[in-house]
């Protein structure tokens, strides 16, 4: 993280979490040297923070001789934020702490194929299973994060509509969530939400592309720490992008030869299907994990198209490249399960044609998160929300009014 080097004049409260969670400041000299606030100002916050059980002090600092000093971090135990990954056919839920961490998850056929009335009803119902299965106090929920696998308008949180979710156009997702649900709720497009939490994932991180492989193509940009989206929420269509090589197949885009029409798990599970591709015990390949097992036992016409798919990825990224120069392309999604050829693909077209400087110290490298990646990237989303400076001010000025939230667990573990 680069260090801030200016003091942050009147930094409030919020601030000084923010300093903390962003790692520029572990100790109480930390934040006094960053923010120029008297000893007695910075005790104040931290005061503050502590008490409302977002932040916590241990003994446990690096000693230069003497005493440790009192180390500052984010309190885990402050509440709970709630992660929902739909995909098309199958969805995630996990319950992770302050920090992240997935406490409890579990897999669901909940999916946006399933049409948005029963998912936006059925997810509340869900998340109360879930909380009361796994014993966790729903009171101490403090916010929500949802990824969908379409666009969605980050401002008033409605479905934008996309062939790969029919029925959802225009669905007010966050609204509809939120009059069941008594806290914030998030909600974006999956592949967003896996770039931010592979970023958050990776210590070494810098400006990153993810790649979502699988039925579709996609990628999400983490550009200076935040996702970007464009001008109209748009940014990241890698799939749409037609590549060289292809015979005029129409993409329902309106395009011919997109990238998602010539190098995705669909066309893969296609194309092995209409070769009669099989699996030694006979049966057919019919999804994007199918075509991943058959390419890592090493069926050749499954390794050759996916090491295809590759080079057509890599096609399209090495445009991308040139233009964003980011330190790391992430692959993920199913179809990045066939590691080796899909990333060998990549790497050879993307190495040779991108410029000189942008791949200098460009990685291109498999996801570290996995599955994962949805799950954690939808409680980042919520706690980059939620512990905002505002959000935090917001909240303590409450607390100070006397009506303590039923979210704060003030009890601090040992
Ligand atoms: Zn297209």
Request: with cysteine; charged share 20%; net charge negative.
């Amino acid at each position: 993280m680069a260090r801030r080097a200016n003091p942050i004049p009147h930094s409030s409260a919020g601030e000084v979490l923010r300093l903390v969670r962003d790692g520029d400041a572990e100790t109480r000299a930390d934040v006094a040297r960053l923010t120029g606030l008297s000893r007695s100002a910075v005790a104040a916050r931290i005061d503050e923070l502590v008490d409302a059980g977002l932040l916590a002090e241990r003994a446990d600092g690096v000693s230069t001789g003497g005493r440790p000093p009192i180390r500052l971090e984010l309190n885990p135990q402050g509440g709970l934020v709630l992660a929902a990954s739909l995909g098309s056919s199958r969805g995630q839920l996990a319950v992770c702490d302050l920090t992240g961490r997935v406490l409890a998850s579990r897999e669901t056929r909940m999916a946006a194929q399933g049409g948005p009335d029963a998912v936006l009803t059925g997810l509340p119902d869900w998340i109360d299973t879930m909380l009361a299965e796994e014993g966790f106090d729903p009171a101490r929920v403090r916010g929500v994060g949802v990824a969908v696998p379409g666009p969605v308008e980050l401002d008033t949180g409605r479905a934008a509509g996309a062939p790969t979710l029919p029925g959802w156009d225009g669905v007010a997702i966050a609204p509809t969530l939120q009059r069941r649900l008594p806290v914030p709720v998030y909600v974006d497009n999956d592949v967003n939400v896996m770039a931010l939490g592979e970023y958050r994932a990776r210590a070494d991180a810098g400006d990153l592309v993810f790649v979502k492989a699988s039925t579709g193509i996609g990628a999400g940009i983490v550009a200076d720490g935040k996702v970007y989206r464009g001008a109209l929420g748009a940014a990241g269509e890698i799939g749409h992008i037609p590549v060289a090589g292809g015979t005029g197949v129409r993409c329902w885009c309106g395009n011919v030869d997109c990238l998602e029409v010539l190098a995705s798990g669909r066309h893969l599970i296609e194309t092995l299907a209409a070769h009669g591709a099989r699996f030694p015990d006979g049966r057919e390949v019919s999804s994007v994990r199918d075509v991943v097992a058959l390419a890592a036992a090493g069926q050749p016409e499954a390794v050759r198209l996916v090491r295809e798919s590759g080079r057509m990825l890599g096609e399209v990224l090495a445009s991308v490249v040139n233009v964003l120069n980011p330190a790391v392309v992430v692959l993920g999604g199913d179809l990045a399960d066939a590691g080796d050829p899909l990333l060998a693909g990549v790497r050879e077209v993307v190495y040779r044609r991108s410029t000189a400087v942008a791949t200098r110290e460009l990685r291109i490298v498999p996801s570290v998160l996995g599955e994962a990646a949805g799950l954690t990237g939808c409680a980042f989303m919520a706690l980059d929300q939620i512990l905002s400076p505002d959000s935090v001010d917001t909240t303590l000025a409450r607390l100070a009014g006397g009506r303590a939230l039923p979210s704060v667990n003030r009890a601090l573990p040992a």
